[in-house]
């Protein structure tokens, strides 16, 4: 976090079980059964619902498979899904990143902010 | 974050604006006018807030000034307050830690980690 920022930045829910991910942010219980909750169905849920909880124009969302464990063959360690509200627009994007789980998270951090970063270019 | 940690982990709020501290865990403005978002009253409120939010039996919470702006005479830079509710416990702690930004950060989440296994270990 850079200081200041709380100037543009109002804050994150970081939803780690199904039942915050459903209880607080909304996603429907039948997404995380059906799609799993590295999905995009489910980012684009949980950008939805972060965006109410926070009243923000702009809410990012992230779900993936950061390892060393919890990979399978269809959704393989390095898989990424990130999800952006920005006004009514519900977006989603899906990301194979390689590295550690340490390099994961970060490629994860970077290309999600250059996600907004295009966005807002586009407004 | 530890890979497996969602078997005892349910999440977080990250509140950064004032008004995500009070419309979603509950602090009440006036603290936040009062006491300033820096305090024990605080901490103790977002703790008991995000104990609600998650449904969790331990919450921790966090306030503090990293710097290197933000500080002044009576809240100085290294400042910070960390909140625990534990059941219908609810405690909080005052830190005056030394060094920049990152150390200040870094000694919070090992102090606060700290708290939680002293009281988990008086249960």
Redesign the interface.
Known sequence: MV????AV?????????N??KH??LGVPTALLQTQGAVSAEVVEAMARGVQR???VHCALSVSGI?????GSEHKPVGLVYIGMALGDELLSFEHHFGGD?QAVREQTALVAMGHVRDALQKI
């Open positions: 200081a200041g920022s709380s930045f109002a804050g994150g829910v970081i939803a780690y079980s039942p915050v209880d607080l909880l926070m009243k950061a390892g060393p464990g919890g789980r």
